[in-house]
């Protein structure tokens, strides 16, 4: 279901934009209808209010919980089925934050990401990427969708905008708390500061060489480090927030001395900020995450080189929910 097909069943029932509005607010918010008349979108065509309880039930029914993996960090990753019988993963993530899938799979490709190992199998529609939001909130709080789950959005971007600008509108989202994450294309920087809302953008660089970040995400446009840096940078300037760089270390890869000169030489002085995430082990993969000391070492020399550094630890790893490892598990036979 895509969210301009919900507006027109909306409208088709008489709903005016501030009925439209209420309706989307409470599948959002979680707020459910009181049938209270204290408000002027209380007061509801009759013909909407009657067929409330089946649009509740549809937009309810365009994704459901599987299942849920809590870890001590206050992360979860949450196995999420889709009404055809597919199944994405989302992120509850610590301090309100909610990492949502854009796809199910991904054609990108990158080769230290269980997600594309299964290719593309098909998008997500923009109900079923906000449907992720309001799932989430059932469970608790959400203050703010990062789009890092599986998929790349920029390959969904007519879903991805459209969820965007609702979940910004009436899911009580911040812009700067939607955050757009990209390997890089062209569309995506000439489409979003067109939107209404315009998201955080988090650009996925891994490593200052063009040949190597080839091997490393085969199927990414052939963007080279400079020019996504530049393209970057214009549309931080232009929405007055940091850019932030994604940097998965891979060690004996991307971790050595040569790549800090490069990333200094590409980032020094940028309104943006570098995220080192130490790689997550995947099944079959040769890659190995660096000792944590090496990390911490290269976070501590690109800070003394001007260059804002922060390294994270993925949360939910220990449930394989971190960065790189969600997967369509139910696509699978099950284990457990
Ligand atoms: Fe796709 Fe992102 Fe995984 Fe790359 S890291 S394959 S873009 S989901």
């Known amino acids: 279901m895509q969210i301009e097909s919900i507006r027109q069943r909306l409208q088709a029932l008489g709903a005016l934009p501030v009925h439209e509005q209420r309706v989307l607010r409470d599948w959002l918010q979680r707020r459910p209808y009181d049938g209270g008349r204290r408000r002027p979108e209380d007061f509801l065509p009759k013909a909407l209010r009657a067929a409330l309880p089946q649009i509740d039930a549809e937009l309810g029914g365009l994704v459901r919980l599987l299942s849920s993996h809590p870890t001590d960090d206050g992360s979860a990753r949450l196995l999420v089925g889709l009404a055809d019988g597919q199944a994405v993963?989302?992120?509850l993530l610590p301090r309100g934050g909610?990492?949502?899938?854009?796809?199910v799979g991904c054609a990108v490709g990158c080769q230290f990401c269980m997600t594309g190992r299964s290719g593309l199998i098909r998008q997500l529609t923009g109900g079923e990427i906000v449907a992720q939001v309001a799932l989430a909130r059932s469970l608790r709080a959400v203050k703010k969708v990062v789009f890092m789950g599986m998929g790349e959005p920029a390959h969904n971007l007519d879903n991805v905008m459209d969820a965007i600008d609702l979940l910004g509108s009436e899911g009580n989202i911040g812009h700067k708390n939607l955050v757009f994450s990209t390997v890089g294309d062209?569309?995506?920087?000439?489409r979003l500061p067109q939107g209404v809302v315009k998201p955080a953008l988090a650009l996925s660089l891994h490593t200052t060489k063009p040949e190597l970040r080839a091997q490393l995400l085969p199927r990414a446009p052939r963007m080279s480090p400079v020019e996504l840096v530049e393209r970057g940078e214009a549309y931080a300037r232009a929405t007055h927030y940091p850019v932030q760089y994604q940097w998965t270390l891979l060690e004996g890869v991307n971790d050595g001395d040569d790549e800090l000169d490069g990333i200094v030489a590409l980032l020094k002085d940028r309104y943006a900020v570098l995220n080192m995430i130490p790689y997550n082990s995947i099944p079959d993969l040769a890659f190995r995450r660096p000792a944590w000391e090496r990390c911490r070492e290269i976070a501590r020399q690109l800070h003394r080189r001007?260059?804002?550094?922060?390294?994270?630890?993925?949360?939910?790893?220990?449930?394989?929910?971190g960065c790189g490892q969600l997967r369509a598990r139910a696509a699978q036979p099950r284990q457990s």
């Open 89 to 91: 993963e989302s992120v």
């Open 98 to 103: 909610l990492c949502v899938s854009t796809q």
């Open 186 to 190: 062209a569309r995506v920087f000439e």
């Open 306 to 321: 001007g260059v804002l550094t922060k390294l994270r630890d993925s949360a939910g790893q220990e449930v394989d929910g």
